[in-house]
């Protein structure tokens, strides 16, 4: 969806980096969220914010922070980036009160 | 926690055909259900969603249909063509805040 973008679209990193996924959008929606995909394993919440000042854990938020600058921003960060930490990551939006979620592009993340 | 099953894992049917992939769900609370189509990359796109207080809903070739009291749930492909080709996520949820994703299923039609 256009609405929603993430840079970079592939990063390549190695071991202990510190990486930041980011993500803006257009469509106004005040709810943000950060999903990993694995191969097999669909796709699995990190973070959720609904808010810029509410940010909240998914199931597998170990090894990642995330931070809200703004309505339309929410950033996704590898403290320090491992190799099973290699995937494609998905930033989505939904509007308050609306289930729908809608989805970035994605960012192709590698760690050597 | 809620839990998602998704089948079969891959799909092929011959253009024309319809294709259905299946879903169960393990919270009963669950009341919202959407289906994503993800094409190579790209990210996931929602084609349908039903609330639980609805049996079926339909949106041209796609319809889903949920069974509450099986906890279960399918989406509907007719008339399959090749640009259905896609890998396909259910999911669910209690709330707006959280969807718990399927495996996927990639489907495959053949010309």
């Known amino acids: 969806d256009a609405d929603v973008t993430q840079t970079p679209r592939n990063r390549i990193t190695k071991t202990g980096k510190r990486i930041m996924l980011e993500c803006s959008q257009t469509k106004g929606h005040d709810r943000m969220y950060w999903y990993r995909q694995d191969p097999g394993l669909g796709l699995q919440l990190i973070y959720y914010s609904f808010d810029v000042k509410d940010i909240n854990k998914g199931e597998i938020s170990d090894g990642y922070s995330v931070s809200r600058q703004a309505q339309a921003k929410f950033s996704l960060s590898l403290e320090s980036a491992i190799p099973n930490q290699t995937a494609l990551y998905f930033c989505?939006?939904?509007?308050?009160?609306?289930?729908?979620?809608?989805f970035g592009p994605g960012t192709r993340l590698t760690v050597l | 926690g809620e839990n998602v099953e998704q089948h079969p894992s891959t799909l092929s049917v011959q253009e024309g055909d319809s294709a259905v992939i299946k879903c169960t769900y393990s919270?009963?609370?669950?009341?919202?259900f959407p289906w994503y189509k993800q094409e190579l990359g790209k990210g996931p796109q929602l084609i349908i969603d039903?609330?639980?207080?609805?049996g079926e809903k339909k949106d041209q070739r796609i319809a889903v249909t949920l069974n509450k009291t099986a906890k279960h749930f399918s989406l509907h492909i007719t008339e399959t063509q090749p640009e259905d080709s896609a890998v396909y996520f259910c999911?669910?949820?209690?709330?707006?805040?959280?969807?718990?994703f399927g495996t996927g299923t990639r489907l495959q039609v053949f010309p």
């Open positions: 989505a939006t939904s509007d308050s009160g609306r289930s729908a979620q809608y």
């Open positions: 999911a669910a949820s209690i709330g707006p805040d959280k969807l718990i």
């Open positions: 919270d009963s609370a669950s009341n919202y």
């Open positions: 039903i609330r639980s207080n609805v």
